[in-house]
């Protein structure tokens, strides 16, 4: 890897500042991660290891200011790595979804019928919200440290780093509600940069809350 120019720059930078100059300089090694990305999560069950990999890398921009030099090798070979030790949070990750997010438009569409299927939406979002704030912090760890009960670290850290936490997550959000509410217009877009600007995102609420390594 070799430094960047950027790496010159004061750590504090407004963080919106540093999230735009970071992203231009590092907007082909983002397209490129994204690419890797859509391709290791075309069999869905891998999106475990394809997220750790993903937040790996972009927290390693985030908080290195490096340039990677090989960046679709450096993620196959995070892949690869952590392929078994991701794939259980990537399971579970996807099953809240499927159930949580199939609850959201099913009692979203009751909502008319009565109270109680607004409070069942609004726990069914509440549960997807709390999945993203903590899955923010778990994917980065997963391939960070080897340590156990990384669950209950990370919704910690959630806890504890709440407020770059919760911003975090509510751009990422608009980020990908915006592509699909725009598709097919956001298709190249999406195929590009989709997944991996709302990491890059997700990464600052991450590398900002730990000591550069």
């Known amino acids: 890897m070799k430094k960047k120019s950027a790496a010159q720059e004061p750590r504090q930078q407004s963080v919106p500042l540093r999230f735009l100059s970071l992203a231009v300089d590092n907007l082909w090694n983002l397209t490129k991660l994204n690419v ?16 750790a990999s993903l937040s790996h890398l972009t927290v390693q921009l985030v908080q290195d200011n490096e340039e990677i030099s090989s960046p679709v090798r450096s993620y196959f070979s995070c892949f690869r790595q952590m392929f078994f030790r991701a794939l259980p949070a990537g399971l579970l990750t996807l099953l809240i979804h499927l159930v949580f997010g199939g609850g959201l438009l099913v009692y979203g569409s009751m909502m008319q019928a009565g109270t109680q299927y607004l409070l069942l939406c609004s726990c069914s979002l509440l549960v997807l919200l709390l999945t993203w704030g903590i899955s923010l912090h778990l994917y980065p760890m997963l391939a960070l440290t080897d340590e156990r009960n990384l669950l209950a670290q990370a919704a910690i850290r959630a806890l504890q780093h709440m407020r770059r936490t919760v911003i975090a997550v509510l751009i990422m959000i608009a ?14 877009l999406t195929l590009c940069l989709g997944a991996a600007l709302p990491a890059f995102v997700g990464s600052f609420a991450y590398a900002d809350s730990v000591p550069a390594a």
Do not use: N
């Open 36 to 51: 890797a990305f859509l391709i290791s999560c075309i069999p869905l069950v891998t999106i475990g290891p394809a997220l």
């Open 175 to 188: 980020l990908l509600l915006a592509q699909l509410l725009t598709f097919p217009v956001s298709l190249p």
